[in-house]
């Protein structure tokens, strides 16, 4: 296969798809209409990309695409629709920054607390201010609040316990249950997360669902001088809330997802809004970019693209439905011989059974198979008949799912 990376990837992961006989074209640095024009000229079967937006442009540049690898976790970089519609699958690599991420989060609630960038620029500057920068309220038995406990909220809950901080958290998926096994205070609400900490760390997916999850309401109901981070995505949180809230009850707020970030990897003309206030530090999306979550990443999309070679199974898979439309499973078991399952397909066809899924099962030896397709229709004995009449067609029969 052709694999086209056009962000920073692992040497090591392309080397890896080299030496399984792909052909790799690296090209980091394509964007807009750049990847646009790579994709039409060298037409890949697979992308990988990292922080690379792919639009509609891109999709239809290519028609030979058939696999898009996000090289790291969210995916709403991606037309993950487009893609759905055009046939295109679209894989993550879940989990494995996590740990970069949560050290991050970390990074940034200690430099809250102890003002460390402010004295670090201070001490430049040729000033000594211990006067200014003495106190603080410390972290130990305050609460942290988390909404979101995928994999990287249970890291903040690995290092929480190291700094004697007790967790609250608040997830769509999590039950007291899974609450209790972590150790952590289950929230029914993510205002009630708002309401009992004194730090709120926010590690969820970017979906509409999740859009100023963070918001007015939520701002509101946080605690005086309490702390927010948020190493997710900045549409999840409402900059403008946070804004009036600085002041308003002294909240502090440290992002490294910053509302309007730059595509560009540098650029020297670009002001935050929210850069100039003494509570609020900002850094620059990099909660994965650690040299480990790097190449643990880039070995991840390898995997997932070196099985799609093998299997035409897609690890990580985002884009498949939960659920199709089938309405009944037909079952046919018969001898393993070329054409069989082309005459059944045939039949359905002639029927108007749309097929959903389809798998066929090889029994030991090689001999007989099970095929089971799942369709949208209604199923009759004639058509059922003569699915059975077919040449090499031991049984068939077809059930309500």
């Known amino acids: 296969m052709k694999i086209l990376v056009a962000d920073s990837f692992s040497p090591a992961a392309q080397e890896r798809l080299r030496m ?57 970089t991606i037309d993950v629709d487009g893609a759905s519609r055009r046939g295109v699958f ?17 990074g940034l609630i200690l430099a809250m607390d102890r003002r460390i960038p402010d004295n670090v620029a201070t001490a430049r500057e040729g000033e000594w201010n211990k006067k200014e920068y003495a106190g603080a ?14 994999n990287i909220g249970q890291e903040m809950v690995r290092r929480a316990k190291g700094f004697g901080m007790p967790v609250v958290a608040w997830s769509r998926s999590l039950t007291p249950a899974d609450a209790a096994a972590l150790g952590v205070h289950y929230a029914e609400t993510p205002l009630d997360v708002a309401r009992q900490s004194d730090v709120v760390s926010v590690h969820v997916a970017s979906t509409p669902q999740t859009r100023h999850l963070v918001g007015r309401e939520f701002v509101g109901a946080m605690r005086e001088g309490a702390f927010l981070v948020n190493t997710s995505r900045a549409d999840v949180v409402d900059e403008e809330a946070v804004a009036a809230a600085l002041d308003a009850k002294g909240l502090a707020f440290a992002t490294d997802v910053p509302a ?16 100039d206030h003494p509570r609020v530090y900002v850094t620059h999306h990099v909660g994965a970019s ?18 799609y070679a093998e299997t035409g199974r897609v690890e990580n898979g985002v884009n498949l439905a939960d659920q199709t439309p089938a309405t009944h499973l037909l079952t046919v078991r018969h001898l393993d011989r070329v054409g069989v399952l082309a005459g059944v397909l045939g039949e359905m066809r002639e029927a ?17 198979a099970s095929a089971r397709i799942r369709f949208d229709g209604e199923p009759d004995e004639d058509t059922l008949d003569r699915i059975r009449g077919l040449e090499h067609v031991i049984a068939a029969k077809a059930i309500a799912l």
């Open 290 to 307: 650690t040299d480990e979550a790097t190449e643990a990443i880039g070995q991840e999309a390898a995997r997932v693209i070196l099985t």
């Open 260 to 275: 309007g970030e730059p595509q560009a990897k540098q650029t020297g003309d670009w002001r935050y809004p929210l850069a």
């Open 90 to 106: 679209v894989a993550n690599c879940p989990g494995k920054n996590a740990a970069a991420v949560a050290e991050l989060a970390w």
């Open 352 to 368: 108007g059974w749309n097929v959903q899924e389809m798998e066929n099962l090889i029994f030991a030896g090689a001999e007989a």
């Open 20 to 76: 399984a006989g792909h052909t790799v074209i690296a090209e980091p640095a394509l964007k807009g209409d750049a990847l646009t024009a790579a994709l039409a000229e060298h037409a890949p079967e697979v992308l990988v990309v990292r922080s690379t937006k792919v639009t509609p442009a891109d999709l239809d540049a290519s028609p030979g695409l058939e696999l898009i690898v996000r090289a790291g976790a969210g995916v709403d």
């Open 137 to 150: 309220r410390g972290l130990q038995g305050r609460t942290l609040g988390l909404v979101g406990m995928g």
